[in-house]
């Protein structure tokens, strides 16, 4: 399983930015895919998490009402829209994979990762 995510930039407060995640050589067993996000000097944070099989979703509580996960299963592709983009939003976008069962917010949950995108929001 591979994962390219694209879509980042450079964007101002109030914008809107749609990532993509590729997933190449998913098989059935993949369950879930999710969105991590690293700020510079902070932790990577969990953003959002959907299951492959029905669309289910988990966000982030505290960006649930901004950002939103979904799916495109006869593209292989996971997106993250994020609206009304704040500076705090500015981190390294990261999509991961896994083939547990629930969508949880630790890292370790997700053995497939792939190369971060930049989302810069400017004031």
């Known amino acids: 399983v591979q994962l390219q995510a694209s879509g980042g930039g450079t964007v101002y407060t109030g914008d809107s930015l749609t990532l993509s995640c590729q997933v190449s050589?998913?098989?059935?067993?993949?369950?879930?895919n999710v969105w991590f996000r690293q700020a510079p000097g902070k932790e990577r944070e969990f953003v959002a998490g959907i299951y492959w099989r029905n669309g289910n979703t988990r966000h982030a509580e505290s960006l649930k009402d901004r950002f939103t996960i979904s799916r495109d299963n006869a593209k292989n592709t996971v997106y993250l829209q994020m609206n009304s983009l704040k500076p705090e939003d500015t981190a390294i976008y990261y999509c991961?994979?896994?083939?547990?069962?629930?969508?949880?917010?630790?890292?370790?949950?997700?053995?497939?990762w792939g190369p971060g995108t930049q989302v810069t929001v400017s004031s």
């Open positions: 991961a994979a896994t083939e547990g069962g629930l969508i949880l917010s630790t890292q370790k949950t997700y053995n497939y």
């Open positions: 050589g998913r098989t059935p067993s993949l369950s879930i």
